[in-house]
């Protein structure tokens, strides 16, 4: 059964720092593409960033550019998102998503979430 | 970016009705298009993708169509589980989510 876990949601002052995690199992990790989308109170889904098996090709939404870092370690099965000077518009859910297979990215499998809180 | 944009953003509906929700993108994407169902609290979970092709697993009272701009979700005859909040994603340039149709019991 395919399994995605995420932890290291929290509450952090705007301007920190937090990295989640997400750990993965039932499945060959090191053969799919990985993304994290969020989701704020209330509101949509948002993709956040996307990162291929071998960790080749990465890639970020415009609104986290330059502040998160998408990660993954295969030989531990999970996948990471490094977050650095956040923001309160940073608040949300954030889902790890596994991508179905192939070039097309769309999500057959979601973790369950985490929170992150923004807020001094 | 491509923007996408669903309607209704909210209806109410009775169960054994056929519901359909549209999904327009402001510019074509093939059929690079996915429907996901989201209930409170929960993570989503994926219907469709290519379009119209049914995710193993999901009742087939569920149906997608379109290409290009312009996209249908059909529900052919509502349960009460399908009550939740659903989703459209294009996939043909980036990835961007339509702003959710929340599907209320009437």
């Known amino acids: 059964e395919v399994q995605l876990v995420e932890s290291g949601g929290g509450l952090v002052k705007p301007g920190g720092s937090l990295r989640l995690s997400c750990a993965a199992s039932?499945?060959?990790?090191?053969?799919?593409?990985m993304n994290w989308v969020r989701q704020a109170p209330g509101k949509g889904l948002e993709w956040v960033s996307s990162i291929s098996s071998s960790s080749s090709y990465i890639y970020y939404a415009d609104s986290v550019k330059g502040r998160f870092t998408i990660s993954r370690d295969n030989a531990k099965n999970s996948l990471y998102l490094q977050m650095n000077s956040l923001r309160a518009e940073d608040t949300a859910v954030y889902y790890c998503?596994?991508?179905?297979?192939?070039?097309?990215?769309?999500?057959?499998?979601w973790g369950q979430g985490t929170l992150v809180t923004v807020s001094s | 970016a491509i923007r996408m944009t669903q309607s209704p953003s909210s209806f109410s509906a009775s169960t054994g009705d056929r519901v359909t929700i549209t999904c327009r993108a402001s510019q074509g994407i093939s059929s690079y298009l996915a429907w996901y169902q989201q209930k409170p609290g929960k993570a989503p979970k994926l219907l469709i993708y290519a379009a119209s092709t049914l995710q193993s697993g999901v009742p087939s009272r569920f149906s997608g169509s379109g290409s290009g701009t312009d996209f249908t979700l059909t529900i052919s005859c509502l349960q009460s589980e399908d009550f939740a909040t659903y989703y459209c994603?294009?996939?043909?340039?980036?990835?961007?989510f339509g702003q959710g149709t929340r599907l209320e019991i009437k």
């Open positions: 994603q294009q996939y043909y340039s980036s990835i961007t």
């Open positions: 998503a596994r991508v179905s297979g192939g070039d097309y990215v769309y999500f057959d499998y």
């Open positions: 039932g499945f060959t990790f090191s053969s799919y593409s």
